[in-house]
């Protein structure tokens, strides 16, 4: 049984959801952005996110504390590219390596699919992120590709990891038009 409760993620968690990706920011190379949105960007990126029908979910623990979120987005703009979406999972510090990043992305993947999505991309900073590349492997990913020294982070060239899985049916079949959930492109 699972220590972990995961529930979509409301407007109210949007303070522990800047936390947690505050850290991301100043101690990693999940994110290559260098300095932590305040509050009110979080609040905004999340509206937009959930605002397009994307699933955006949170952990928490028996006692309500957010350990981590996931929520998968437009993978491109461009609108052949609707039917992928990019993941991104993150965990607070005091939850990694406790099972949180799994069942967050066990969860986000079978949203997406019920969704109708059919190709999920993973975009890791960092060849070296091995925590990150080992949890999508587990899920199935496969990596598809490596931008080698795309970004500059903590006064050295960090690669990026693309990995891809396949969602329901894939690229088997046509996508059924009729269940796109978002908003952001045309029909």
């Known amino acids: 049984m699972s220590a972990h409760t995961i529930r979509p993620a409301r407007i109210e968690d949007v303070p522990a959801i800047r936390s947690i990706y505050e850290d991301a920011v100043l101690h990693g190379t999940a994110t290559f952005e260098i300095v932590p949105p305040d509050e009110a960007e979080m609040a905004a990126r999340f509206t937009a ?25 437009a993978f491109r703009a ?52 091995a925590p990150s590349i080992r949890l999508h492997e587990r899920a199935g990913f496969r990596m598809i590709g490596v931008f080698e020294q795309s970004g500059f982070k903590f006064g050295r060239w960090i690669d990026t990891v693309f990995m891809q899985m396949h969602l329901g049916a894939g690229g088997s079949t046509p996508p059924d038009e009729t269940r796109y959930p978002g908003t952001l492109y045309d029909r």
């Open 49 to 73: 996110i959930t605002g397009q029908g994307y699933p955006f979910i949170i952990a928490e623990d028996a006692h309500g504390i957010v350990l981590g979120y996931a929520y998968a987005n």
């Open 78 to 129: 461009r609108p052949a590219y609707r039917w992928s979406v990019e993941d991104s999972v993150y965990v607070a510090p005091q939850a990694k390596g406790s099972g949180t990043g799994t069942e967050l992305l066990t969860r986000l993947l079978e949203l997406s699919a019920e969704s109708g999505f059919r190709q999920m991309i993973a975009v890791i900073g960092g060849s070296d992120h």
